[in-house]
């Protein structure tokens, strides 16, 4: 199933201890049971010490509410005793994650504050009336990142949004894939989470992806992302900061440079490092 470099190989499917990993859709890869990377001549003191090291993980797993799977994958990071080995296991998970349709790489499923450019996006799972599970899929042009999408995609996908909602991120410290990461894709891993996090909550309130979208503005949501543009530093910025401080209900942005006439601003940004916007915002901050 993957190089003989990993940690990982290729046995059947054992059956998932809940109805969690039971939903989990067939194109999301089972996780495989770890081999062994120790000497096979091993002590018994040396296996009891395993052993009892195992009972810790475990605990460790159920105190952050991982899933069933997220769990499994945990533990088996965890004890990939190579830092080298656990980022291979992440590029391989990445050649393993499906494809998704076009219609996913939309704005409304990009997951902010990435490196990379990532999608992620939920769905009822075929059994989701009588379980109410999800099911996602997820990309990105980033191969590292896109191992640890499909490490989110297999580990949540099939679990109702109560248990997903219960993930503690602390988990990628528990399974030591944060020693591979760097500030910001760790910081991109925690977006993830969240995101997909929020997405199965839309779908357990009964709310499609559009739907979510304008309830954000019609009904008060706190606005806590927007999609950057390419070329508009400045007006990233400004919006990132307006988000950050006055946590707005709604706001537009519009760079209206080109209407001030005789100002360097009607040249453009790149060219006169000046810009003229047109603000709208609605905030707590300024009372409703």
């Not at 499917?13 to 770890?34: D, E, G, I, K, N």
């Not at 640890?148 to 109702?160: E, I, N, P």
């Amino acid at each position: 199933l993957v190089p003989a470099a990993s940690a990982f190989v290729a046995h059947p499917a054992a059956p998932a201890p809940s109805t969690c990993a039971a939903a989990r859709s067939q194109a999301v890869p089972s996780c495989p049971p770890l081999r062994s990377t120790a000497a096979d001549e091993t002590s018994a003191t040396e296996t009891t010490d395993d052993d009892s090291d195992d009972n810790k993980e475990d605990n460790n797993s159920d105190a952050l509410g991982l899933t069933p799977e997220l769990r499994k994958i945990t533990d088996a990071f965890a004890s990939i005793p190579d830092e080298k080995m656990r980022y291979k296991q992440l590029l391989y998970m990445a050649q393993q994650l499906p494809p998704v349709e076009p219609s996913v790489a939309v704005p409304e499923n990009k997951v902010p504050g990435c490196l990379s450019t990532v999608y992620v996006f939920a769905s009822p799972s075929p059994t989701y009336s009588d379980d109410g599970t999800v099911t996602f899929v997820g990309d990105s042009d980033g191969l590292l990142t896109k191992g640890l999408v499909a490490l989110l995609v297999r580990g949540l996908s099939g679990c109702t949004p109560e248990q997903i909602a219960t993930v503690d991120a602390e988990f990628i410290n528990a399974a030591k894939i944060s020693q591979s990461l760097t500030p910001g894709r760790n910081n991109g891993f925690l977006n993830m989470l969240a995101v997909m996090k929020r997405k199965a909550a839309e779908l357990a309130d009964g709310v499609g992806e559009e739907a979510a979208a304008e309830a954000s503005d019609s009904d008060g949501d706190i606005i806590t992302t927007f999609d950057q543009r390419d070329g508009k530093p400045m007006y990233n910025e400004i919006m990132s900061k307006l988000i950050a401080i006055l946590k707005p209900t709604s706001i537009t942005l519009t760079d209206n440079s080109d209407q001030h006439a005789g100002h360097a601003g009607s040249k453009g940004w790149e060219e006169s490092g000046e810009s003229h916007f047109a603000l709208e915002i609605v905030s707590e901050a300024f009372g409703g």
